[in-house]
């Protein structure tokens, strides 16, 4: 109901008269009354006039389905928001609804109280600053393949950046950098049985108008936000449907057949890694070499001092000389 | 304290007088009578005599740690048991508290309302008739290995019958067979990041004590008990306990160095498969073939039609002739 009336008041050039949109409804117009007045508790600016009715004059910056949906074009990814002011974390939470969801179902918050990012590090998620979301997926495929679902999801937030014309680069397999510096991080977890996913929860955090202030000691050196690369706010709703509009279009062909091929471009295209000369960490061993691209599979191909090469499926990549930063 | 009252009463020969346990625990003689009362409610047969205290005469069939720990010699594996009278299914249950719970700890349940089997199939599970358990693992192991420690459940379980003299064969990854029929399934999850495990639950259903009455017309071909193979009640704490004891066993070298050599060897010895002529479905997919064994690594070998050889690291697996049974 309450989106119903947000939907009516958007498409409304002028004054909608309570008498309207109460036969509209079939509800009274002391019912649309309090609908309003708990849109305004929300943020929302609603000029009332007698005998005219009511006009909206803005919409507050939130991530709920009503404000992100118009500049939306996707047929499942994000057609379901889930959207809360705070959350511990949005992965907590998505797992909490995983079986019953449908697939492309988000969650989204506002803030995250102890936001994850991956190995159990923590992720600073401010209110109201950032795009803080999980995207729920059912995939069929071998489990095995999931590694590739987190470049579909860096390919995407690249590609949305674009959108709103900002280049980035795709730390391979799961960051966005920005002037040397960390705006997303892409955490993929699953749940599953040896040859079936039960579910994929893909949590991103885009760091969108943090200022200096949000970032602690250990991160100011390491992490930025877009605002603070263009010098100006950016306008969350349409960066998060931009990036779900892409995700679906990439995501679509990968779920039917297999098929990544366009992830692959994307990755390749705006790689930060390839050419560089890197540290790969896999639980307890370290290596060294240089990366010489990606493979049709997602695989960061790297050559070893001793000229051997090897296919990395994951692991901790850093960039030589800049250890701790990239 | 509980737990402590029936340990002192098993380890003693003669009545414990009333005084003796309150001086012991520094409570009073009518908490005693409260906590024998207790006991006596859930199935432990006391004898109360005046003034010579009280003696155990018997301790219920239930799968508790008191009841399990005097067969067990594990260090960590079901040194911490969930006890439940009736649960919708351990692994779920299992799922709610392993990223808190210590590794090893093991959830069991009495009876099962909705026990679950590979695929969402679902698993009989009447009260007091099986084992009904699920272990919560976490190897620091990279996802992709998982599928070994299915491996050395099926051996453990093996290994855990033939100490109560029962001979079974392993039905490559998940399964126990005797004569022809599964009596026990298992049924690993994971939850991970893309390189980390959080944690594997590792479900195990064993046909203890079922009869003929407990399967219904689709299993009454396919499933049998224990109970049923030789002729009387098994006695399901000692087997829960040796099970557990192997699986500690097995489970230790591949935790620390990823070695899982004793389950393959095991695997090999007591595999149903080998040797015979098989159809495996993965996903959509069905082959045929002949399994020429098990590899190093826990892969079933399999030669095709065309002298094809293929390893597979999991898959529905029946043998040709059979199909719909084994």
Chains 1, 2 share one sequence.
Not at 113 to 128: A, Q, Y
Not at 179 to 184: P, S, Y
Request: net charge neutral; glycine share 10%; charged share 30%.
């Amino acid at each position: 109901m309450k989106t119903k009336i947000i939907r009516l008041l958007k498409n409304s050039d002028g004054f909608l008269s309570g008498e309207n949109i109460s036969d509209e409804f079939g509800v009274s117009r002391s019912a649309i009354w309090k609908y309003m007045n708990t849109l305004k508790e929300e943020g929302y600016k609603i000029e009332s006039v007698p005998r005219k009715g009511y006009r909206l004059i803005s919409s507050p910056d939130i991530l709920t389905l009503e404000e992100v949906e118009e500049y939306m074009n996707t047929n499942f990814i994000g057609r379901n928001i889930h959207y809360f002011n705070s959350l511990s974390s949005t992965n907590t939470k998505a797992k909490g609804i995983a079986i019953q969801a449908k697939e492309g179902t988000i969650i989204v918050a506002e803030e995250q109280i102890r936001g994850k990012g991956r190995l159990g590090r923590s992720w600073t998620s401010p209110k109201g600053k950032g795009i803080w979301m999980s995207i729920i997926l059912k995939p069929r495929v071998d489990p095995a393949k999931v590694a590739k679902i987190t470049l579909i999801g860096a390919a995407a937030v690249n590609q949305g950046l674009k959108d709103i014309g900002i280049k980035s680069y795709i730390k391979w397999p799961n960051d966005i950098i920005i002037d040397g510096k960390k705006v997303c991080g892409i955490l993929t977890e699953m749940s599953c049985e040896l040859n079936m996913i039960n579910y994929v929860i893909m949590g991103i955090g885009i760091n969108v108008n943090l200022g200096r202030e949000d970032f602690d000691d250990e991160l100011i050196d390491k992490a930025t936000s877009l605002k603070e690369v263009v010098g100006e706010e950016i306008d969350r709703k349409k960066l998060l449907a931009y990036v779900l509009n892409h995700f679906e279009e990439l995501y679509i062909p990968f779920k039917e057949s297999g098929d990544i091929s366009k992830t692959i471009q994307v990755c390749r295209r705006e790689s930060i890694l390839i050419g560089k000369e890197v540290r790969i960490i896999n639980g307890d061993t370290e290596k060294s070499g240089k990366v010489l691209g990606i493979d049709n599979e997602g695989q960061l191909i790297v050559e070893h001092g001793d000229g051997s090469i090897e296919e990395l499926f994951s692991g901790e990549v850093s960039i030589r000389g800049m250890e701790g930063y990239l």
